[in-house]
């Protein structure tokens, strides 16, 4: 038995914060039933131009698991059939900007009346209060307000965008929790509740122990700027060192790059203070020895110290690993458009329970008949809402 066996989710999410908490509970047995945009759907369905459409990589990337169900929310026989479906829903879940699934007439007190078990989780910008509550949210835009951004390894380097979206799987993840908890919750009361993440606050909880120092000791700690740390060129690539967690790590390093003194014993290095002040120089003497010789070389040598290391590789590298391939982190599964699609799977492996690939990521409107079928709607009632544009 999966362990969200028996959970209805309605999932008004879209892009990527949503639906990557979504996919997970859809991966561990939850009946997620998307409801999209007749015509359109997920942003994600067009966010990039792709050779199979709105069955694009970046859309299977994270809806698998899921039913499409496509109604027109505006109108009002569209309303009614979201309600119907509310009415045997464990969780509604939204990442829309504040407000907006109230205008649409699906905010937490509207679904309540309906079904007072219903659990109704929101992933916003900001929040429903305060002066950016109207903002919408993004992950750029939550590195830039978090204070995320403006940290980085050296001063005198240019402000840059995380690559990777940050904010939004992050949010995605927390919102996923609190689900959860509110699940577990109703198990012990029998009431639902309202479940409320932003991806504000999420970048800020990131921050915890900059923040704690920050709040406390009046300065920033900065972990990229730690002065035996860092990136360093090699012959022939990369190498990421960590020198900490050890006795006299500085002396350690000296030994792996072969120096021909312990820089420790030099009273201008001999405490973690004066590295700090003297970061620049320190990295100076690791960039040239790096670049004597390559990246295997270095890594022996590092690792022969017991130094944390390892090669900077691309993501292509990183997927072709051995070690992803014995972790399983990548499932194959079959799609009607897209052919045989491969996929990160879910990062979670339960010993008894493991996720699972039930369905593929759903062609828009894939599940409209089956799935209000399954709630109660006539054959003659879904031709109804056919004819009338509601569901295409």
């Known amino acids: ?25 859809g991966d561990y047995g939850a009946d997620v039933i998307k409801i999209e945009r007749p015509g359109s759907g997920d942003l994600s369905r067009s966010s990039i131009p792709d050779r199979d459409g709105p069955d694009n990589p970046i859309f299977l990337s994270i809806n ?7 109604v027109d929310t505006r109108s009002e ?12 829903a464990d969780v509604v879940v939204s990442n829309f900007r504040s407000g907006v699934m109230e205008r649409l007439g699906f905010g937490y007190e509207r679904l309540r009346e309906i079904n007072p078990r219903v659990i109704w989780a929101s992933g916003t910008g900001f929040g429903t209060e305060g002066p950016y509550s109207h903002k919408g949210g993004q992950d750029v835009i939550a590195q830039a307000f978090s204070g995320v951004m403006w940290r980085r390894e050296s001063p005198g380097l240019p402000l840059s965008v995380y690559p990777t979206t940050l904010a939004d799987y ?3 993840m927390h919102l996923m929790q609190g689900i959860l908890l509110a699940l577990r919750t109703r198990d012990l009361t029998g009431e639902g509740q309202k479940v409320e993440v932003t991806m504000y606050d999420s970048m800020l909880h990131m921050q915890m122990q900059e923040a704690c120092m920050q709040l406390n000791r009046g300065y920033e700690i ?23 967690f050890k006795e006299n790590p500085l002396r350690d390093v000296c030994v792996a790059l072969e120096l021909d003194e312990d820089l420790s014993l030099r009273p201008e290095f001999a405490t973690q203070e004066a590295q700090f002040a003297r970061r620049p120089e320190l990295q100076a003497i690791f960039r040239e020895r790096f670049a004597a010789d390559t990246t295997e070389y270095w890594l022996k040598r590092l690792e022969g110290q017991d130094i944390l290391c390892a090669p900077v590789r691309t993501l292509e590298q990183a997927l072709a690993d051995e070690q992803t391939a014995v972790n399983r982190m990548i499932l194959e599964m079959d799609h009607p458009v897209a052919g045989r699609v491969r996929a990160l799977s879910a990062p979670i492996r339960l010993s008894a329970s493991p996720m699972e690939v039930r369905h593929a990521p759903p062609r828009l ?28």
Not at 1 to 25: A, N, R
Not at 77 to 88: C, I, S
């Open 1 to 25: 038995m999966k362990p969200l066996e028996g959970i209805t989710v309605l999932d008004f999410t879209q892009v990527y914060m949503g639906p990557s908490c979504t996919q997970l509970l």
């Open 64 to 70: 698998r698991n899921k039913r499409s169900v496509s």
């Open 77 to 88: 026989e569209g309303k009614e059939v979201v309600y119907r479906l509310a009415r045997d």
């Open 170 to 172: 992050t949010t995605g």
């Open 222 to 244: 900065n972990w990229a700027a730690m002065p035996l740390s860092g990136v360093f060129a090699t012959a022939d690539g990369a190498v990421c060192m960590v020198g900490a």
């Open 365 to 392: 409107g894939e599940h409209n008949a089956e799935v209000l079928a399954e709630h109660g709607f006539t054959v003659e009632q879904i031709e109804a809402l056919v004819r009338a544009g509601v569901l295409r």
